[in-house]
T-cell receptor
């Protein structure tokens, strides 16, 4: 079965704190793709990053970084020095190779960054 | 500007009515998708289409119907058979190549009154 689990329902931090959003996935496929999306209050989902199963290299983009570990089936997302504009719901998602490019989403983590 | 346009942004439906949600894209993407989002839950797939004139049921297709007569358009009809239609509906498109990211519209919030 293919599944994505985001155990943190809500996280509340004060501005400038670092915060990590957890994502654990399940798939039997050896080829798969992992994604993070941001959903601001306006509602649309904004693509943040894609990782394929053969590339475990961590990635950093400005204040955002992602840690992909196949050994623990995790794809965690860290925001450094959080800002109020980071407040949103963040979704982790999975595409497996036989899945017609259908995204399988976790339940999402609501992040509130307070000034 | 390339993107996905969903309309209307808010929609109210009376019990027993069918309503149609519009989704148009000008990204020249082959694949299009409809997702439903309920409060505190992730997105669940309703229908998807890989090419024109072809579409497949997703995980929660009951009570919904779609058509794909044009590459740019993928309208979703919420029928009276859908017992709990109040939700946020998101349309997405992707180039169709395996593993490529999907791009989303701004969503339609449907409420039954």
């Amino acid at each position: 079965a293919q599944k994505v689990t985001q155990a943190q329902t809500e996280i509340s931090v004060v501005e400038k704190e670092d915060v990590t959003l957890d994502c654990v996935y399940e798939t039997r496929d050896t080829t798969y793709y992992l994604f993070w999306y941001k959903q601001p209050p306006s509602g649309e989902l904004v693509f943040l990053i894609r990782r394929n199963s053969f590339d475990e290299q961590n990635e950093i983009s400005g204040r955002y970084s992602w840690n992909f570990q196949k050994s623990t089936s995790s794809f965690n997302f860290t925001i450094t020095a959080s800002q109020v504009v980071d407040s949103a719901v963040y979704f982790c998602a999975l595409i497996f190779s036989g899945g017609y490019n259908k995204l399988i989403f976790g339940a999402g983590t609501r992040l509130a960054v307070h000034p | 500007d390339g993107g996905i346009t969903q309309s209307p942004k808010y929609l109210f439906r009376k019990e027993g009515q069918n309503v149609t949600l519009s989704c148009e894209q000008n990204l020249n993407h082959d694949a299009m998708y409809w997702y439903r989002q309920d409060p505190g839950q992730g997105l669940r797939l309703i229908y998807y289409s890989q090419i024109v004139n072809d579409f497949q049921k997703g995980d929660i297709a009951e009570g919904y119907s779609v058509s794909r007569e044009k590459k740019e358009s993928f309208p979703l009809t919420v029928t009276s058979a859908q017992k709990n239609p109040t939700a946020f509906y998101l349309c997405a498109s992707s180039p169709g190549v395996t593993g490529t990211e999907a791009f989303f519209g701004q969503g339609t919030r449907l409420t039954v009154v």
